[in-house]
C-alpha cells in the first residue's frame, strides 16, 4: 500500500477518558474485531497490565493495523499512566499523527496535559474526540473551552451534541448541516442522516459560522465564496482543514461517546480525512556517522532510499523471543536479509517480518518506507536504536527518557534463581529504557530503578508471576542525587611514578551550582594548539565519571557546571591516566569545598477529591511536606496541584482512598531535584 494510503496514529489520553473503549470500537467498525471488547469504564490502564501479566506479553497493545475507506490505519497504542512516560514517549516518536481523547466530564485533565506537551515536543498534528457524552455531568463546550485555555490550542468542532448525559441521542455534522443517528440495533455500525432538530438550528448555524470563519482566515478561496453568499464545498473545506491540522495550526474537534457506539466512525473519517500520511509531514532528522565527523541530514520517506527505521518498542514473547516494532522511514526492509544496527554497530538478521492485526498476526515478505510492524530474529536491538545498512549509516535521533526515581532491592530465593533474575532483568531492560537495573557494591543487593510505585509494583509482577522467578523484594526507597550550593574553584596537581617514568598533571576547575533540571554541564575554557586533544578528552573522562561517582555518598551528580579553566602541561610526563585522575581528585577536593548537599526528586502531584473533602486532603498533603500550587473547582471533583517529596509520598494513594471512602485520585510525576530537607 502506497504511503499515501497510510496513517500512522496513536490514541493519547488521560488514564479515563476512555482510550481502550474507542480504540476497541474502531477495531470493530473496520472489521478486524468481529465482536466489541468492552472494557469497565476507569480500568483502562489496569486492563492493559491485566493484559501484561496475564497473557505475557499482549502483541496488540504495541501496534494493531486496521483498514478505513481504502486507507490503512496503524494505530499505536499508548498508556494513559504517568508512570509509563516512556510507552508514550516512544510511540509519539514514531507518529504521523494523533487522537486526543478527552473525558466529556473531566475536560482537559492533568495527564491530558502531559502527554500534550509531549506530542507539541515530537510536533505531532493532532484532532479531538470529546468522549463520554452520556455520562452525568458531561459538558462539551466546558471541554472546549478547557482545550483552549488549558492546552493553548484553537479548537474547531466538526460535529456538536444532540442532547447530554441520559439524553444524548446524536451528533450534528456542521459540514453538511445534518444530525447523524447511531443504530443501537447494530452497536452503531449502520448510522443515518436526518434534519437538524428545530430547537437547534440557531445554535448549529452558530457553530458553522464560527467553523467557516476558522478556516476562512488560511482561505482566501473560502473567504470570496463566504463574502459572495454561494456555496463553500465541503472538499474544500476538507482540504483546508487538513492542511491547518498537519501545520498545527487548528485542532479540529469530534464528539460522542465510544460506549454508546456514537460517533466513532465520523472519527475514522476525520483520522482519514485530516491527519498526515507518512508523506505529509517533513522528514525525519539523522545524524550522518561519516569517518571524521557527524553531519545532520534529512530523511525523506522514500522507498527506493537505503533502508533506515527505528526500534520503537521491544516486547519478550515466550516461544518467538524479543519482538522489535519499526517504523521504517527509508528504504524496504525485506525478510531473511541481514541488517546492520548502526547504533550498536552490529549485524543482526531479519528471520520473520510481522504485520500485527487485533487478533492474528500477518506475515509480510517485506515493509516499506512509511510503515509500521514488527521484526523477529533481533537479539542486540533496543529501544531507541536505528536499523540500517553500511552503505548509509545514519543515526536516527536518539530518543530521551526522564531519570528513574524510585528503587528496590530484589534478591533471588536461591543460587538457580540468580541467573533467571539477571536474564529476566536484561529483557526488562531491552523492553522498557526507564527501568534499571544495578548491583548495590555497599551492600551487594541488586536493586531496580522505575518511574513510580506503579511502574515498579508491574514490573516486579512481571518478574514472579510472568517469568516466573522466586525472590524476594525490599520496600521501595527513593533515588537521591548530590550537588552543590556555592561557587569553588580548585588547582590540584597528580604525580605518579609508574614503571619508572613519572605519570603528572597540573588542572585547575571552576564548579558553579545550576538551577533545578538543569544536570550536569561540563565546559572547556582552554584553547591551545600545543596540548594534544586526547588531553582534553582524558580530562572529560575524568569528570563524568565523578558526575556518577557522587560526591560524598556515592549518588549521581546533578544541576551543576564545571569549568576547565586552566591547564598545566609537559610532553616529559604527560599521559592521560594522570590527567583523568587528576581531573576526578580535582573535581573531589573542589566539591568538597563548594557546599555539597544531598538532593531528594520532587514530584508534580495532581489530587482529584469531591469538593468535601478537600480540606483534609490539603491537610494531609501538608503535613507530607506537600506545597499546593493551584485549585481548580469543577462540577464532578476538585483539582488540586501540588509539589511533594517523593520520601513521604510512599503508601499516599491508600490514605487518600480511605480518608475519601474511595473517590480521590492520585497521581505524580517527577518534576526536579531539590536539597533534602527534614519537613
Not at 507518529?95 to 509531549?118: I, K, M, N, Y
Not at 532528522?285 to 533502508?307: C, M, Y
Request: hydrophobic content about 35%; glycine content about 6%.
Amino acid at each position: 500500500m502506497t504511503s499515501d494510503k497510510t496513517r500512522n496514529i496513536g490514541i493519547i489520553a488521560h488514564i479515563d477518558a476512555g482510550k481502550t473503549t474507542t480504540t476497541e470500537r474502531i477495531l470493530f467498525y473496520t472489521g478486524e474485531n468481529h465482536r466489541i471488547g468492552e472494557v469497565d469504564n476507569g480500568e483502562a490502564t489496569m486492563d492493559w497490565m491485566e493484559q501484561e501479566q496475564n497473557r505475557g506479553i499482549t502483541i496488540t497493545s504495541a501496534a494493531t493495523t486496521c483498514y478505513w475507506k481504502g486507507v490503512q490505519i496503524n494505530i499505536i497504542d499508548t498508556p494513559g499512566h504517568v508512570d509509563f512516560t516512556a510507552e508514550v514517549e516512544r510511540s509519539l516518536r514514531v507518529l504521523d499523527g494523533a487522537v486526543g481523547v478527552f473525558c466529556a466530564v473531566g475536560g482537559v485533565e492533568p495527564q491530558s496535559e502531559t502527554v500534550w506537551r509531549q506530542a507539541n515536543t515530537y510536533k505531532v498534528p493532532r484532532i479531538a474526540f470529546i468522549n463520554k457524552m452520556d455520562r452525568l455531568g458531561a459538558d462539551f463546550y466546558a471541554a472546549i473551552d478547557d482545550i483552549k485555555t488549558k492546552l493553548k490550542e484553537e479548537p474547531v468542532p466538526l460535529f456538536i451534541p444532540v442532547g447530554k448525559e441520559s439524553k444524548f441521542e446524536g451528533i450534528i455534522d456542521l459540514l453538511k448541516m445534518q444530525m447523524v443517528v447511531f443504530d443501537p440495533e447494530t452497536s452503531g455500525y449502520e448510522y443515518s442522516y436526518k434534519d437538524i432538530p428545530a430547537d437547534m438550528q440557531d445554535e448549529a448555524q452558530q457553530w458553522r459560522e464560527k467553523l467557516l470563519d476558522s478556516v476562512s482566515s488560511y482561505s482566501d478561496e473560502i473567504t470570496e465564496l463566504y463574502f459572495a453568499g454561494e456555496e463553500i464545498p465541503i472538499d474544500l473545506i476538507i482540504s483546508v482543514l487538513r492542511k491547518c491540522t498537519i501545520e498545527r495550526e487548528l485542532l479540529p474537534v469530534f464528539c460522542g461517546s465510544s460506549l454508546k457506539d456514537i460517533g466513532v466512525q465520523c472519527l475514522l473519517d476525520g483520522i482519514v480525512d485530516l491527519l498526515p500520511s507518512p508523506d505529509d509531514i517533513p522528514p525525519a532528522t539523522g545524524i550522518h556517522l561519516k569517518k571524521d565527523k557527524e553531519e545532520e541530514v534529512q530523511v525523506k520517506n522514500d522507498p527506493k532510499a537505503p533502508p533506515l527505521a527505528l526500534v520503537f518498542k521491544i516486547q519478550y514473547d515466550r516461544e518467538a523471543g524479543p519482538l522489535a516494532f519499526v517504523r521504517v522511514y527509508s528504504g524496504v526492509l525485506r525478510k531473511s536479509v541481514a541488517v546492520l544496527n548502526i547504533s550498536k554497530k552490529k549485524r543482526e538478521r531479519i528471520n520473520r517480518l510481522l504485520r500485527m492485526h487485533a487478533n492474528r498476526p500477518e506475515e509480510l515478505q517485506e515493509l516499506q518506507a512509511g510503515d509500521i510492524g514488527v521484526i523477529v530474529g533481533f537479539k542486540l536491538a533496543q529501544t531507541g536504536d536505528t536499523i540500517g545498512s553500511e552503505g548509509a549509516q545514519i543515526l536516527l535521533e536518539k530518543m530521551s527518557f526522564p531519570e528513574p526515581v524510585i528503587s528496590i532491592a530484589i534478591e533471588p530465593a536461591n543460587a538457580t534463581e540468580q541467573a533467571k533474575l539477571k536474564k529476566t532483568l536484561e529483557i526488562l531492560t531491552l523492553e522498557d529504557p526507564t527501568f534499571t537495573y544495578k548491583d548495590n557494591e555497599e551492600t551487594g543487593q541488586l536493586v531496580i530503578s522505575g518511574m513510580g510505585e506503579l511502574h515498579l509494583d508491574v514490573l516486579v509482577t512481571r518478574i514472579t508471576k510472568e517469568f516466573k522467578v522466586d525472590c524476594h523484594i525490599g520496600k521501595p526507597q527513593v533515588t537521591y542525587r548530590e550537588s552543590i550550593t556555592s561557587v569553588s574553584e580548585k588547582t590540584y596537581t597528580f604525580s605518579k611514578m609508574l614503571a619508572g617514568k613519572e605519570n603528572s598533571a597540573t588542572l585547575t576547575l571552576r564548579l558553579t551550582p545550576l538551577e533545578a533540571k538543569s544536570g550536569t554541564v561540563y565546559e572547556n575554557l582552554v584553547s591551545s594548539r600545543t596540548i594534544p586533544q586526547e588531553i582534553f578528552d582524558a580530562v572529560q573522562r575524568g569528570i563524568e565519571n565523578s558526575f556518577r561517582s557522587g560526591i560524598r555518598y556515592g549518588y549521581e551528580v546533578c544541576d551543576m557546571k564545571v569549568e576547565l579553566v586552566d591547564i598545566k602541561y609537559s610532553e616529559l610526563t604527560a599521559t592521560e591516566f594522570a590527567y583523568e585522575a587528576c581531573a576526578a581528585m580535582c573535581f573531589d577536593a573542589a566539591a568538597q569545598e563548594a557546599g555539597p548537599v544531598l538532593m531528594e526528586p520532587v514530584m508534580d502531584v495532581t489530587l482529584i477529591v469531591p469538593s468535601q473533602y478537600v480540606g483534609d486532603t490539603i491537610s494531609s498533603l501538608t503535613q507530607r511536606g506537600g506545597i499546593v500550587s493551584s485549585m481548580e473547582s469543577k462540577t464532578s471533583a476538585d483539582h488540586i496541584l501540588a509539589q511533594a517529596p517523593l520520601a513521604k509520598l510512599f503508601g499516599y494513594s491508600t490514605a487518600l482512598r480511605s480518608s475519601t471512602q474511595g473517590r480521590g485520585t492520585f497521581s505524580m510525576e517527577f518534576s526536579h531535584f531539590a536539597p533534602k530537607t527534614d519537613r
